[in-house]
Protein backbone atom coordinates (compact mmCIF):
# COMPACT_ATOMS: atom_id res chain seq x y z
CA UNK A 1 0.00 0.00 0.00
CA UNK A 2 1.24 3.69 -0.49
CA UNK A 3 -0.29 6.80 0.52
CA UNK A 4 0.35 9.52 -2.21
CA UNK A 5 2.11 13.14 -1.25
CA UNK A 6 -0.06 16.21 -1.78
CA UNK A 7 -3.30 13.59 -2.14
CA UNK A 8 -5.63 11.96 0.24
CA UNK A 9 -5.53 8.85 -2.33
CA UNK A 10 -4.37 5.83 -0.50
CA UNK A 11 -3.81 2.57 -3.56
CA UNK A 12 -3.51 -0.58 -2.22
CA UNK A 13 -1.28 -2.74 -4.12
CA UNK A 14 -3.46 -5.38 -2.44
CA UNK A 15 -7.17 -6.26 -3.07
CA UNK A 16 -8.64 -4.61 0.15
CA UNK A 17 -12.45 -3.58 0.74
CA UNK A 18 -12.26 -1.05 -2.38
CA UNK A 19 -11.86 -3.44 -4.94
CA UNK A 20 -13.75 -6.58 -3.97
CA UNK A 21 -15.52 -6.39 -7.70
CA UNK A 22 -12.08 -7.76 -9.05
CA UNK A 23 -11.39 -4.21 -10.48
CA UNK A 24 -7.53 -3.59 -9.76
CA UNK A 25 -5.44 -0.26 -10.35
CA UNK A 26 -2.42 -0.62 -12.50
CA UNK A 27 0.37 1.76 -11.62
CA UNK A 28 3.04 2.78 -14.14
CA UNK A 29 6.18 4.55 -13.41
CA UNK A 30 5.74 5.44 -9.93
CA UNK A 31 8.27 7.41 -9.19
CA UNK A 32 8.67 6.42 -4.83
CA UNK A 33 10.44 9.62 -4.17
CA UNK A 34 7.97 12.23 -5.96
CA UNK A 35 5.27 10.06 -6.27
CA UNK A 36 4.65 8.23 -3.06
CA UNK A 37 3.83 9.91 0.67
CA UNK A 38 4.53 6.80 2.80
CA UNK A 39 5.13 2.99 2.42
CA UNK A 40 2.25 1.33 4.45
CA UNK A 41 2.24 -2.24 6.12
CA UNK A 42 -0.36 -4.77 7.07
CA UNK A 43 0.83 -5.39 10.97
CA UNK A 44 1.37 -8.98 10.16
CA UNK A 45 4.84 -8.02 9.14
CA UNK A 46 5.86 -5.79 12.23
CA UNK A 47 9.46 -7.44 13.04
CA UNK A 48 10.00 -9.66 10.05
CA UNK A 49 12.55 -8.98 6.92
CA UNK A 50 9.55 -7.31 5.44
CA UNK A 51 9.61 -4.25 7.89
CA UNK A 52 13.30 -4.13 7.31
CA UNK A 53 13.41 -3.98 3.66
CA UNK A 54 10.26 -1.44 3.66
CA UNK A 55 12.17 0.47 5.94
CA UNK A 56 15.51 0.64 3.92
CA UNK A 57 13.30 1.28 0.82
CA UNK A 58 11.23 3.95 2.29
CA UNK A 59 15.16 5.55 3.62
CA UNK A 60 16.67 5.63 0.56
CA UNK A 61 13.99 7.62 -1.21
CA UNK A 62 13.00 10.12 2.04
CA UNK A 63 9.31 8.25 2.49
CA UNK A 64 7.86 7.22 5.84
CA UNK A 65 7.06 3.72 7.15
CA UNK A 66 3.31 3.46 8.69
CA UNK A 67 1.06 0.85 9.81
CA UNK A 68 -2.46 0.26 8.86
CA UNK A 69 -4.70 -1.96 11.06
CA UNK A 70 -4.85 -5.03 9.25
CA UNK A 71 -7.20 -7.74 8.53
CA UNK A 72 -7.28 -11.10 9.58
CA UNK A 73 -10.19 -13.88 9.10
CA UNK A 74 -10.19 -17.35 10.64
CA UNK A 75 -10.67 -19.78 7.61
CA UNK A 76 -14.11 -21.51 9.32
CA UNK A 77 -15.42 -18.24 9.29
CA UNK A 78 -14.39 -17.57 5.45
CA UNK A 79 -15.86 -21.45 4.84
CA UNK A 80 -19.32 -20.21 5.93
CA UNK A 81 -19.26 -17.70 2.74
CA UNK A 82 -18.89 -20.08 -0.35
CA UNK A 83 -21.17 -18.67 -2.53
CA UNK A 84 -18.55 -15.23 -2.06
CA UNK A 85 -15.63 -16.67 -4.58
CA UNK A 86 -16.75 -20.25 -4.87
CA UNK A 87 -16.53 -23.50 -2.75
CA UNK A 88 -12.93 -23.91 -4.52
CA UNK A 89 -11.79 -20.96 -2.79
CA UNK A 90 -12.45 -22.61 0.02
CA UNK A 91 -11.11 -25.42 -0.09
CA UNK A 92 -7.79 -23.48 -0.95
CA UNK A 93 -8.13 -21.29 2.00
CA UNK A 94 -8.50 -24.61 4.07
CA UNK A 95 -5.10 -25.83 2.43
CA UNK A 96 -3.31 -22.60 3.49
CA UNK A 97 -4.39 -22.35 6.42
CA UNK A 98 -3.22 -25.93 6.94
CA UNK A 99 0.25 -25.44 5.79
CA UNK A 100 0.85 -21.01 6.62
CA UNK A 101 -1.53 -20.66 9.54
CA UNK A 102 -2.02 -23.53 11.89
CA UNK A 103 -4.26 -21.58 13.95
CA UNK A 104 -6.27 -20.97 11.35
CA UNK A 105 -6.64 -17.03 11.18
CA UNK A 106 -5.77 -16.07 7.59
CA UNK A 107 -4.31 -12.53 6.87
CA UNK A 108 -1.38 -11.41 4.27
CA UNK A 109 1.14 -12.94 6.19
CA UNK A 110 -0.31 -15.92 5.52
CA UNK A 111 -1.29 -15.57 1.67
CA UNK A 112 2.00 -14.03 0.84
CA UNK A 113 3.68 -17.38 2.14
CA UNK A 114 1.33 -19.32 -0.10
CA UNK A 115 1.47 -17.59 -2.94
CA UNK A 116 5.78 -18.04 -2.63
CA UNK A 117 5.13 -21.57 -1.93
CA UNK A 118 3.69 -21.91 -5.34
CA UNK A 119 1.30 -24.70 -4.49
CA UNK A 120 -2.22 -22.40 -5.41
CA UNK A 121 -2.84 -20.54 -8.31
CA UNK A 122 -2.21 -16.95 -7.31
CA UNK A 123 -5.53 -15.72 -8.62
CA UNK A 124 -7.12 -18.44 -6.37
CA UNK A 125 -5.13 -16.95 -3.65
CA UNK A 126 -6.23 -13.53 -4.82
CA UNK A 127 -9.45 -14.50 -3.94
CA UNK A 128 -8.71 -16.08 -0.43
CA UNK A 129 -7.47 -12.68 0.10
CA UNK A 130 -10.94 -11.20 -1.20
CA UNK A 131 -12.74 -13.08 1.76
CA UNK A 132 -10.20 -11.83 4.61
CA UNK A 133 -10.64 -8.10 3.76
CA UNK A 134 -14.06 -8.19 3.26
CA UNK A 135 -15.65 -10.35 6.17
CA UNK A 136 -12.25 -10.14 7.83
CA UNK A 137 -11.57 -7.99 11.42
CA UNK A 138 -8.72 -5.81 11.81
CA UNK A 139 -6.10 -6.24 14.03
CA UNK A 140 -5.12 -3.62 16.35
CA UNK A 141 -2.40 -1.11 15.05
CA UNK A 142 0.74 -1.21 16.26
Not at 13 to 21: C, G, M, N, Q, S
Not at 71 to 89: E, S
Request: net charge negative; glycine share 10%; proline share 6%.
Amino acid sequence: MAAFAGSPVTINFHPDRAVLDGTETLIERLVLADDVAAVVLDPCYRGTAVEAAAGKLAGRHGVGVEWHDGFRLHVDDLATRPDYRGPRIVEVARAVAARHAPDGWLDARSIGDAVRAGAHDPQDLKKVWHHVARWGGQVSAP
